[in-house]
Nanobody
Framework: QVQLVESGGGSVQTGGSLRLSCAASERSFGRNAMGWFRQAPGEEREFVAANSWAGVTTFYADSVKGRFTISRDNAKNTLYLQMNSLKPEDTAVYYC?????????????????WGQGTQVTVSS
C-alpha cells in the first residue's frame, strides 16, 4: 500500500509563502504522475498542479499560475509545492495525490492514492 504524507502547511498573511512537501513510501513511485489538489470548506476538491516524473509535463490551475510551482525530487521520493503571493482564497486543505501510471491529468478521479491533507490558511 502506497502512503503519501504531506507536511508544510500553516497560517500566513496575504502575500506570504509556504512550501508543501509530500513524501511517498515507495521508491518505484518516482515514475508516476503526481499532483496537488485542494478543498475548501463546503467546496469540492479541485486541481492545483501536477507533473510527470521527470517534470517534463506540468499542469497548473489558472488560479495559481505564476504563483505556485510544483517540483519533485525523485531521489527522495518527494513532491513539493512552492506557494508564493498567497491569497485568502488559497485557504484550503491541500492534498498530495499520485496516479498508478505516468500520464499526467487534472482530474480528481484519475488519482489512485491520496495523502491525509495539510491545512493552509491565508489571512487578510
Amino acid at each position: 500500500q502506497v502512503q503519501l504524507v504531506e507536511s508544510g502547511g500553516g497560517s500566513v498573511q496575504t502575500g506570504g509563502s509556504l512550501r508543501l512537501s509530500c513524501a511517498a513510501s515507495e521508491r518505484s513511485f518516482g515514475r508516476n504522475a503526481m499532483g496537488w489538489f485542494r478543498q475548501a470548506p463546503g467546496e469540492e476538491r479541485e486541481f492545483v498542479a501536477a507533473n510527470s516524473w521527470a517534470g517534463v509535463t506540468t499542469f497548473y490551475a489558472d488560479s495559481v499560475k505564476g504563483r505556485f510551482t510544483i517540483s519533485r525530487d525523485n531521489a527522495k521520493n518527494t513532491l513539493y509545492l512552492q506557494m508564493n503571493s498567497l491569497k485568502p482564497e488559497d485557504t484550503a486543505v491541500y492534498y498530495c495525490a499520485a496516479r498508478s501510471n505516468s500520464a499526467v491529468t487534472m482530474s480528481v478521479g484519475d488519482y489512485n492514492y491520496w495523502g491525509q491533507g495539510t491545512q493552509v490558511t491565508v489571512s487578510s
